[in-house]
């Protein structure tokens, strides 16, 4: 959004207080006053809003409106780990066909990374018309500065009418930033998406009031429309070996890779069992269980079926098992053939995250 920030010089008695808040180092004193740099400056006020002086002020303004005829195309960022694309990505590459189709536009895949030219290849078989790449070392593990923004200058550069995103832990991190910084609206952990034609708008369907209604919800004024949505809720596209893709590879100068933290390690955690997210048969345990060394028995039955452990929210906000186990409307969405609860009172925010298991368990009742 455009807009001024100004200091005033005769009010501004050098407390530093302004440097502290700013959350993107844009602030420094010189002289004993504060001094911005309009070059990091995204006028966030949160300097305005600590100024006991009255020393900064802030102006914003619509600027020009929006062309929304511009905007073109069906975006799908696709996450990769290691060089290794994410089963989100071909889920959403699957919707997004849909989407595209209706519209009557590309379906374009985005992938971010280092050395992951080979991959090009799987995604044009998935789907994608076009294919967005940026391949820089500093791309190589997931950073929210570089990732950011390398996404905002292609969005800005081409346009995208819409973007899709995993509500994964990289997917809920990148995507909101972006967001902010194209002035867009942004609908998280949707469950459905459609396309009202004649309007061309994006039909964004999430659970609301702790999953008692389904809202869809819509971005009328602002492009590009920008949705995250929920592993295992949507089918994987198919492969077609036959398809090409036309691929546009960015390359930006060392700058915009900067980050302002520093990746130091990225420790795996060592499970015994499978994947849950990936996994057939799921066992999970709850606040029912008692204690955390109950989760013996889910370990060593999920071990038994060869199937994943999950948890209750309840249980992981207790310490009992680690985040990465959870299961429902803040953890993650499975799809197993069968799902085992043990301790769960089934709270709608729980079911939520496997109601499209194939076997139905009944209602779990009590703790």
Not at 192 to 213: H, M, V
Not at 341 to 360: F, M, N, T, W, Y
């Amino acid at each position: 959004m455009a807009g001024s920030i100004t200091i005033f010089l005769d009010r501004c008695n050098g407390c530093t207080l302004c440097v502290k808040a700013c959350p993107f180092d844009a602030i420094h004193m010189a002289n004993k006053k504060a001094v911005i740099d309009m070059a990091k400056c995204t006028l966030c006020g949160a300097c305005v809003e600590v100024c006991e002086l009255n020393a900064i002020e802030l102006k914003k303004d619509a600027g020009v409106k929006k062309d929304l005829s511009l905007y073109k195309d069906v975006w799908v960022f696709c996450e990769q780990k290691k060089g290794v694309i994410q089963s989100i990505s071909f889920e959403l590459l699957g919707e997004g066909r849909k989407l595209a189709d209706k519209l009557g536009v590309k379906l374009c895949a985005v992938m971010l990374g280092s050395a992951v030219e080979s991959r090009i290849a799987e995604l044009a078989e998935r789907g994608a018309d076009k294919i967005y790449i940026a391949d820089h070392p500093a791309l190589q593990s997931f950073q929210d500065d570089p990732y950011t923004e390398v996404l905002v200058k292609l969005a800005e550069e081409y346009l995208p009418e819409i973007i899709l995103c995993g509500a994964t832990v990289i997917g809920r991190s990148l995507v909101s930033r972006v967001a902010v910084r194209l002035n867009a609206g942004l609908t998280a952990d949707c469950t459905a998406l459609d396309i009202a034609e004649k309007e061309r708008l994006l039909l964004q369907t999430r659970p609301a009031f702790g999953g008692n209604i389904m809202a869809v919800i819509i971005t009328p004024n602002h492009r590009p429309q920008m949705a995250t949505v929920r592993h295992k809720v949507m089918k994987e596209a198919a492969i077609d070996k036959a398809r090409k893709a036309e691929v546009i590879r960015k390359n930006y100068p060392d700058e915009v890779m900067k980050s302002r933290t520093r990746l130091v390690d990225i420790v795996a955690e060592i499970e015994e069992t499978v994947n849950l997210a990936e996994a057939d048969i799921v066992v999970s345990g709850g606040r029912g269980l008692g204690g955390p060394e109950n989760f013996a028995m889910i370990r060593e039955l999920a071990k038994t079926l060869n199937g994943a452990v999950g948890a209750s929210r309840a249980a992981v906000d207790a310490d009992w098992i680690p985040y990465s186990h959870q299961v429902g409307q803040t953890g993650k969405t499975v799809v197993p053939k069968l799902y085992l609860a043990c301790g769960i009172s089934g709270q709608i925010q729980h079911l939520i995250g496997d109601e499209g298991r194939k076997v139905p368990d009944p209602r779990f009742q009590g703790e």
